[in-house]
DNA sequence: TATTTTTTTGGGAACATTCCCAATATTGGC
DNA sequence: GCCAATATTGGGAATGTTCCCAAAAAAATA
């Protein structure tokens, strides 16, 4: 089905196609009566300009690609929203990308984009990543990305986090000063930038306040919630079983409490538990999930920011930056019996 | 900052665009040691195709617009997945946008669907939509559209729902059937069919029940969960108040059973509740809540093979398709007491 | 009215690719 | 070694737009 062009209303008007070109952006070179014969023609004929042809001949698209891991849980569903709303104010429009935690796609994606020529790229990566050229070829055709939550600090690029680290101290310290003395950490991959970083607060944190550091009681792994069921059993069945767990996100939190109920252990009494993130859920739950908090939607504006701010810096005189936003501790009953919801920054 | 097109590897090899364009196609008529040279200078060069150029020239961008009102929730989000996976079977690329429940933003994202070259759309429009001329545009330009969840039953497009009037009717029945004698319905704005088709059900189970529509125990309210808790909270105020609720969705189901259990009140008990959709947290929270299931997934991959069956259909033969799934009972502890989870389809 | 200035318009290259058709090169049969 | 058949290559139009430059028209000035 043919599609109408300004070549068709010129046409119809007998004027040039320059002419209809103008009349339809904000050009001044137009005689009045003119732009208005030709907005009235255009709206009459259904005319939608080809952003296909437009993006070619001027080399930008005026469109960002968002790629994230996956987007069930809440946290980059809303990180996309922040960093959209950003960039709409700005005109720009957003393609959402989600690699599926796996690595191929990931690539395969980026290539996608990369053929759609979009003007700059904010991801997160999966946990499979550990080779980053696919992002290093944006970087070398000129096309800004930013990282988010998931960084590459290998590559000198922009970033946002969150203070991991502080986040996972503040928590440790929590459970040490409710009395816990022998604190498990289900930790995420070492791939993780932020997995890394949650890590050390937690030994930071133990080694800060004299206790020592069981690598017994540390499992890194895969995110995989079955597994996350398999080693919490594993901790407890231990012949000296951990008094507290500080978990890498939510639902893995969520999944310790689960079993600590299954074998009818008392939270927080026989086993205290900590989250990252703050998941909606876990105020609904009973006993409400003690977690770190993190501003989300501030997350995605900065990146969001930090993005267009790239985008209107000259190549040369940019600098990338690094935003750190704070976390905050929210104790909820898995940590402190009878406790009405307490946030502490 | 230039970017390597077919006439950069055409040059430094010394061959003809064309050559290049073929050996870089699936094209059979190349040598295959042409074919090779100019693959291993594609590598070299960070040759990446022009997918504008390509569209522009071909026609068709492969690519889909997905519309939803909002991803917050884990409904869309997973409709989404749904879609993406059957659509990227057949090589079709996806731009997700939200309307965010605003009719102006609709109406945006679609002219900018548009202006890029969609290849087609799918589409659950926000509860402020009356017209649909936005997307009536698509039809007219041969642009295949699918509903989904919130469809336009006014258009002669293809959609997939999922049976709300029987889930209604199902869930109210069971309430019946549990004791209950005067159950409420907060339903949805009657701008979404779905919400008109569950008011249906409820109606319609009542009467076939022998018991009488109270209406002043049916809201229609627009899903803002603040206003969610004040009806809720009217509804208990009533002289002769309800012992049961069906709600609109789960969020809303939940915001119930916070309000009753802060006026005291026992679900299931003094008020027994009833959501729609098993939203993930409605199985993890104490009394686990009741709700009427949908095949999240298969609504996205159906309405993913509808647009593909479509897109593979000549314009005269092609006939609109309406797909309703069905819905099963999930019974958990807000309507029936100590009640392990039962499925009732 | 003639000339200058300003406003408005038109022509055509450029963007990166596909694809048709013609031209050339290679191969096979005899 | 010649001719036909086949494989491979090149040339150039077409896609829908922007934008520069020149041309034309209108308005202002003398």
Redesign the pocket.
């Known amino acids: 089905m043919h ?1 109408t ?3 068709d209303i010129a046409r119809q008007l ?6 209809v ?2 009349a ?2 904000a050009h001044p ?4 009566k ?1 732009r208005q014969r030709v907005l009235e023609l255009a709206e009459k004929l259904d005319y939608q ?2 952003q296909l ?2 993006s ?3 080399n930008q698209t005026h469109t960002i690609g968002i790629m994230v891991p996956e987007f069930i849980s809440f946290f980059f569903p809303k990180v996309i929203i922040g960093a959209q709303e950003e960039l709409a104010k700005s005109g720009y429009n957003v393609i959402i990308c989600h690699s599926n935690e796996s690595y191929e796609t990931e690539v395969a994606n980026a290539k996608a984009l990369l053929a759609s020529r979009v003007d700059g790229l904010i991801v997160s990566h999966t946990k499979e990543t550990r080779n980053f050229d696919h992002f290093m070829t944006f970087q070398r055709k000129g096309i800004p990305v930013v990282f988010f939550n998931r960084v590459c600090e290998a590559m000198n690029v922009s970033n946002v986090t969150v203070d991991d680290y502080n986040g996972a101290f503040q928590a440790v310290e929590h459970l040490i000063q409710t009395g816990r003395k022998r604190i498990a950490h289900l930790a995420g991959p070492d791939t993780l930038a932020n997995s890394r970083n949650r890590l050390n607060g937690y030994r930071d944190a133990l080694t800060a306040n004299g206790l020592p550091i069981d690598p017994e009681l540390v499992i890194a792994y895969d995110l995989n919630l079955a597994k996350a069921n398999i080693y919490v059993n594993h901790l407890l069945n231990l012949p000296n079983p951990p008094d507290a767990l500080f978990a890498m996100n939510d639902p893995t939190a969520l999944e310790a409490l689960s079993v600590a109920k299954h074998r009818g252990l008392s939270v927080p009494d026989d086993l205290a538990i900590v989250g990252f993130s703050d998941d909606p859920i876990s105020s609904l739950i009973e006993p409400g999930l003690t977690t770190v908090s993190q501003p989300v939607d501030e997350l995605g504006q900065q990146a969001g920011q930090l993005l267009l701010r790239q985008l209107s810096t000259n190549d040369e005189e940019f600098v990338p930056e690094r935003i750190v936003l704070p976390t905050s501790l929210i104790i909820r009953g898995s940590t402190v019996k009878n406790r009405q919801e307490m946030i502490q920054s």
Chains 1, 2 share one sequence.
Do not use: D, E, F, M
């Open positions: 599609q062009t300004i070549i007998g004027i040039s196609k320059s002419t070109s103008r339809l952006t070179n137009v005689n009045a003119t300009r080809n042809a437009i070619l001949v001027t």
